[in-house]
């Protein structure tokens, strides 16, 4: 029996140094896990994230070819868990918008 494969939308992480960093929830990772699917992180296709703890979402638009980028991860995907949180990436609305338009369950 093939396992659904379930990608989880990374997001930037907290920490507070030289590095950037992006996180998945650790719980829903093993949620997943539990009930046989496999999981993937979905990291974003841009090279220029300029994320704000501040701000609601960050003003970076994506490129055609990041936006193609984002579809080509997306087509491969059973279902795609968006972690939620009170700030959002660009890269996130878009692979929602893809999972709507592709008829992809979020």
């Not at 659904?4 to 990374?10: E, P």
């Not at 990436?89 to 878009?94: A, D, L, P, S, V």
């Amino acid at each position: 029996m093939e396992k659904t494969v379930i990608g989880i939308v990374a997001k930037p992480s907290l920490e507070q140094d030289m590095w950037h960093y992006m996180e998945v929830v650790d719980d829903i990772r093993i949620a997943l896990i539990k009930n046989n699917a496999l999981t993937v992180g979905i990291l974003p296709t841009e090279n220029r994230i300029d994320f704000k703890r501040d701000e609601e979402v960050d003003s970076i638009k994506l490129s055609e070819e990041e936006k193609e980028d984002l579809e080509h991860v997306v087509a491969r995907l059973d279902g795609v868990i968006l972690e939620g949180g009170l700030v959002s990436n660009i890269y996130e609305e878009e692979l929602a918008r893809i999972c709507i338009d592709k008829d992809i369950p979020l």
